[in-house]
């Protein structure tokens, strides 16, 4: 009697399903994701801009290369490898810090040279802002800067031409195309997986993931920081199994950084956004290192090329 109840078509079927299942666990497991991080300080930060001018950068002392110091040593303990998308006004003053990114092995990329959002600029001061920080970094890092990301994922359907303008600059790839809708940025018709935005141009979205339908962002920053764990590793885990596609991931050294100076006067929404949850930020980050198999975004996304 048992005999028979075990060969069933649904049991059958059942094992089957879990054996659907456990191939694209296993896949999942393999799978490469890419981890990067937006090199910039606590003050350069696109929703402070109001509160303090950029004059005033100079004077505000830099907790950016003790932060990426930190994370350097966090992704050598964890054997992983990361894209870092530098602000050129942090390398110009503080060289150390890409000449450790080079050495370790991690990929320089460029987040142009003074975090301006794309969508404020002209074709032409964002053109400048790109070669210069392009050269900047080549010159500092002594390697070729193919990856470029826009400050606050600036460029959706109003501001297109700044794709033509990044490729023309000498870049491979662009990771500044963010496929959700909120409120200062996103392009939520986008693509979500890496395409060829033009030809010899490969945009790289961050993660979202679909779910009744619209696609909401699983790729890091504030919300990875606000949700429990859980559910950011269950949301990536989704994208590796259900949609079969490598993450994009980013974060930046002041999430890192639970001591950093408040900033004063600033309203209710900036000041959680910027400041929650800092202080499990380095725990969960190590976490998410055991957890997936990391990688720079140019091994990930453009593996003919490297
Ligand atoms: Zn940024």
Redesign the pocket.
Known sequence: MYTHLVTTPAVERFQESQSRRDASRAHADQTVNALSI?V?DYF???AFAPFIERSEWDRIPCRAEANVERILALLAENNAKATF?T?GWIAERHPGIVRSIVEQGHELAS?GYG?QRASDQTPNEFTADIVHAKALLEDLGGVAVRGY?A??FSINQDNLWALECIREAGYRYSSSIYPVKRDHYGMPDAPRFAYAALPDLVEVPPTTVELFNRNWPAAGGGFFRLLPYAMSRWLLQRVNRVDGEPCMFYF?PWEMDPSQPRVPGIDAKTRFRHYVNLNRMEDRLGQLLKDFRWDRVDRVFLRSAV
Do not use: C, G, K
């Open positions: 937006d910039e350069q930060v696109s998308f602000l987040h975090h990301r400050p606050s930046h």
